[in-house]
């Protein structure tokens, strides 16, 4: 069964603490990517990654800080620097992150709440 | 600057109507425009991708179009069902390779 699997669904995070978010993928694509979806905005790119052990700041990457030591895991963590983190996380890939076509996949998404 | 607006922000219609949402972008350079659908607490999912020189393309009971002078899209959803209920938002590629500009999207309901 493939696909992408982000985990938890739902996660809580106390002010301070520093959280992450996982992303797996099956589809042995090269490219990943985090997105944050707040209510009445368009999807907004966090961070990206083309390759293992690459990966680029998107346009809100402030808070944020991830890795790619493996082609299959992109984690996110949300640190305690991001001082609006309340928000849906979404990862996707994509088999290449050139290409007008590369279609991206996605994942369920994460709710993440500040309590 | 690059811009995707969408209309309506929302729409409420009765299962088995048609209904038409509405695109306009001012990214530039554009390279192409998908749909995509987005259940409630879900992720994405692609319905249809336009490129420069398609004007419709149609997925089952979807139909996109995109007139690229005008820089406007459409999608037109036939004989809805209550399963249609959902997001759905308008993407726009530009020049660069990761470059996607997203619309905040239309919220439909179908009611029965």
């Known amino acids: 069964d493939g696909g992408i699997t982000q985990s938890p669904k739902y996660l809580f995070r106390k002010e301070g603490q520093n959280v992450t978010l996982s992303c797996e993928q099956n589809l042995n694509h090269d490219a990943m990517y985090w997105y944050r979806q707040d209510p009445g905005q368009g999807l907004r790119l966090i961070y990206y990654?083309?390759?293992?052990?690459?990966?680029q700041k998107g346009d809100i990457a402030e808070g944020y800080s991830v890795s790619r030591e493996k082609k299959e895991s992109f984690p996110l963590t949300v640190t305690s620097a991001q001082k609006n983190p309340t928000a849906f996380y979404l990862c996707a890939s994509s088999l290449r992150l050139t290409g007008p076509n590369t279609e991206a996949f996605f994942g369920q998404g994460t709710r993440l709440t500040v309590v | 600057k690059n811009q995707v607006e969408q209309s309506p922000q929302s729409l409420i219609i009765l299962e088995g109507k048609n209904c038409t949402l509405q695109c306009n972008y001012t990214v530039s350079p554009f390279s192409n425009l998908r749909w995509y659908k987005q259940d409630t607490g879900r992720g994405p999912v692609s319905l249809t991708i336009?490129?420069?020189s398609e004007n419709t393309k149609s997925n089952g009971r979807y139909t996109a179009t995109l007139d690229a002078d005008t820089k406007q899209s459409s999608l037109h959803i036939t004989a809805s069902q209550l399963s249609d209920s959902a997001s759905y938002i308008c993407v726009v590629r530009g020049d660069s390779n990761y470059q996607l500009i997203w619309g905040a999207g239309t919220k439909l309901i179908i009611k029965p």
């Open positions: 990654s083309q390759i293992v052990n690459d990966f």
């Open positions: 336009m490129t420069f």
